[in-house]
């Protein structure tokens, strides 16, 4: 983990993405207990990631199926547990001036940092 830090840092300039990782983490150990599922990391960051990056795209169907798929959630309940993680995230991680489309690139970003750092 420290070691992709230290990359991210040297080869990227925008310190956003730096200051979202530690918040990405904790949100997807906090998805992870509301949905009780029993997956590994890896597994469950990609879950993660396909999610956050079917919601930038305005599609709800991937949505649909991991819900279907783990049946702990409705439609609507889910979507409160990504609009909080959104939040959350924008709040904490000092990216209060930006609009909710560029949060949800910067998360996707992020996810994929998480991502490679479970592998």
Known sequence: ?????????ENNSDCIYLKTIAAVENEIKLI??????????????????????????????VINKIVHLHSELSKKQFKEVLKVIKDDIKYHSGLCAYNDEKVLEVINSSVEIVKRCYE
Do not use: P
């Open 1 to 9: 983990m420290i070691n992709y830090l230290k990359e991210i840092k």
């Open 32 to 61: 992870r207990i509301t949905l009780g599922i029993r997956t590994s990391n890896k597994e469950f960051v990609n879950i993660c990631k396909r999610t956050l990056e079917s919601v930038k795209k305005g599609d709800i169907m």
